[in-house]
Nanobody, 123 residues
Framework: QVQLVESGGGLVLPGGSLRLTCANS????????MGWFRQAPGKEREFVAA????????RYADSVKGRFTISRDNARNTVYLQMNSLKPDDTAVYYC????????????????WGQGTQVTVSS
């Protein structure tokens, strides 16, 4: 069983940085693709970033390209999302997800989800 727990969210000023962490407390997720999604109030959950099981392939939403970086450490059962140059539009609950890797950028590609961590970008 894959059990995902996100951490690292918080309140940050525009232009600031945060690093989100997703830890798996269940079985190893080294064979799973991992993704980050976010959901702002009144909006649908949207894709942010994804990484293949090996780390060799990454995908990003256009809105975060050049600002966010996804990475993983399979030995630690952990995936990270480094977020730089944050904007108020990045405010949302961020969710970590694990999947088979067929649909990296779509919610349908992920069968396991964490509970989310709140990121608020505001002055």
């Amino acid at each position: 069983q894959v059990q995902l727990v996100e951490s690292g969210g918080g309140l940050v000023l525009p232009g600031g940085s945060l690093r989100l962490t997703c830890a798996n407390s269940g079985r190893s997720f080294s064979s799973y693709a991992m993704g980050w999604f976010r959901q702002a109030p009144g909006k649908e959950r949207e894709f942010v970033a994804a990484i293949s099981w090996s780390g060799g392939t990454t995908r990003y939403a256009d809105s975060v390209k050049g600002r966010f970086t996804i990475s993983r450490d399979n030995a630690r059962n952990t995936v990270y999302l480094q977020m730089n140059s944050l904007k108020p539009d990045d405010t949302a609950v961020y969710y970590c997800a694990a999947g088979e890797g067929v649909y990296l950028t779509q919610r349908i590609g992920y069968g396991y989800w964490g509970q989310g961590t709140q990121v608020t970008v505001s002055s």
